[in-house]
């Protein structure tokens, strides 16, 4: 048996010195060869003992079945490979660019957790199958025959079209309504092109409309039309409006202009190609000294954009590098291409000059004490340390809360006093035939685990409307 490599095969990308001057995709991808050489890694795992599927199978969100789609690279079944990663994946070239599988499947690799190997790419196999199809032409598989019962999803978003896949599939009329003009959610409002190209996305929407899912743009639930209303013609309603309200930090001159959200930082780039102006005609106004607070994946993608339009950018992160969320590689591209990073640092006021835009942020340092709920070091400030920057756009990256409007105009529903709506297991919510997950559940979420809650719902809503279970056992966990 020849010897498995120690590390991942590693994938081409763009340099840094390139990269910062387009929007262009930064990895290439595999070739099929690279592909296959990654794929015989796999030790080709076995569930454990008392448990349904292999470690890496029980770390993901989705279940997809890796071993079997990983063997199928390896033979060269390129087809077969896709074929089963979308028994319980969709949207396998998206999760394959932005699914942060160092927390879920990759950390779950036995071979991984040798000492000196790392776990197979796990991820960037699956993106390699996706675009091995979409080269090709997506197969699409055989409509169900009708079941008569219709499924309304509020949001299309990564929880919305992996439910709405999943339920068409077992043949409902499903209808997704998105409040935006283009489907996708998060997907195409807040992730950059240079790590899922808006081209990813709507070739993955589309196969997810093949499948008989209508998508309806410009439909404001809570305005356009009630969750109460949709009740009258749809049998059941699954809510995934994500988690789109920013989070501000509310101190002096936060109101400057010059203070964006990170969302509509991101949506007037992303989703309005604010980038290409005057080509297209939603300009946005960035100074010369941009900084960015917050530590996350989303705060990444703001000091990235930033650095594509030329601008010297700060990450300003009130703890340390180690307790940074945002994932690794984004990290590490960051410093690649330039952004600096100021750690253990906050601001605590903005000031603007006599036009109203903002022009200095003072800072105050901080030192990390003992671990908070979070389980990560609590950052205590150190008294007399604040000091001034100068700064002409400050980006606000701190998180993102629920979208109050559904929850507002459906009193029905219980919410947490975080305004989430409260499920149970089978995230059934207050409201009979009301189903509810993704971000407007979690708070912030990921994608992957937000497709993870559109599987489960889809089942849930299947058992209840196909008289397997009738009954509505609401209890909020916890």
């Known amino acids: 048996m020849a010897k498995i490599r120690e590390k991942k095969v590693p994938m081409p990308e763009q340099s840094a010195e390139e990269r910062i001057k387009n929007v262009k995709e930064v990895p290439l991808g595999y070739t099929p060869e ?14 454990r003992e008392g448990k349904e599927f292999p470690p890496c ?92 019962k219709k499924v309304a999803i509020i949001g299309s978003g990564p929880a919305g079209l992996t439910a709405a896949a999943d339920l068409a599939k077992k043949g409902y009329d499903v209808t997704v309504f998105e409040a935006l003009h283009e489907a996708g959610g998060v997907l195409v409002y807040g992730i950059p092109e240079f790590r899922l190209p ?64 990170a969302n509509e930082f991101l949506t007037r780039l992303n989703l309005m190609r604010a980038y290409e102006f005057p080509k297209y005609d939603t ?46 590689e984004e990290i590490e591209r960051a410093k690649e291409e330039g952004v600096h990073f100021m750690f253990l640092t906050a601001p605590t006021r ?31 400030p150190i008294k007399g340390s604040e000091f001034i920057m100068d700064i002409d756009t400050v980006i606000v990256a701190i998180g993102q809360s629920p979208n109050p409007l559904v929850p507002q105009t ?27 997950g993704g971000g407007i559940v979690r708070g912030d979420s990921t994608i992957i685990l937000a497709m993870g809650d559109g599987r489960k719902a889809a089942l849930s809503i299947d058992k209840y409307l196909s008289g397997q279970d009738r009954s509505w056992k609401f209890k909020a966990e916890g």
Not at 34 to 47: F, N, S, V
């Open 34 to 47: 690279m592909a296959i050489e990654e794929a015989k890694r796999c030790l080709q795992c076995k569930p």
């Open 57 to 148: 199978v029980e770390g993901c969100p989705v279940n997809v079945p890796i071993p079997q789609f990983i063997l199928a690279i390896r033979e060269g079944r390129f087809d077969d490979a896709i074929k089963i990663i979308k028994e319980r994946n969709s949207l396998p070239a998206t999760t394959g660019r932005v699914c942060p599988w160092e927390n879920h499947c990759e950390k779950a690799c036995t071979l991984g957790k040798r000492q000196g190997y790392e776990p197979v790419a796990i991820g960037w196999l699956e993106r390699f199958a996706a675009d091995y199809e979409r080269a090709k032409g997506f197969a699409i598989p055989p409509k169900p025959q009708p079941n008569g």
């Open 198 to 261: 808006k081209e990813i996305v709507k070739a993955e929407i589309e196969y997810v409309k093949s499948l008989g899912v209508k998508i309806l743009t410009d439909v404001v639930i809570g305005k356009t039309i009630t969750v109460d209303e949709l009740l009258e013609e749809f049998d059941a309603i699954f809510i995934a409006t994500g988690a789109g309200l920013p989070n501000f930090m509310n101190i002096p001159g936060e109101n400057l202009n010059g203070i964006y959200s």
């Open 283 to 328: 300009p946005i106004k960035v100074g010369e000294r941009v900084a960015v607070i917050g530590g996350g994946n989303v705060a990444m993608d703001c000091a990235r954009w930033a650095r594509r339009l030329g601008k010297e950018v700060y990450i300003v992160y009130r703890r340390t590098g180690a307790e940074m969320p945002a994932r690794k």
């Open 350 to 380: 903005y000031i603007g000059d006599e036009k109203g835009w903002v022009k200095q942020m003072e800072c105050i340092k901080f030192e990390l004490g003992e671990p908070d709920a979070s389980g990560r070091r609590r950052p205590v």
């Open 410 to 436: 459906t009193p029905k529903l219980k919410t947490t006093k975080w305004g989430t709506i409260e499920v149970d297991e089978e995230l059934r919510t207050s409201v009979e035939r009301i189903w509810a």
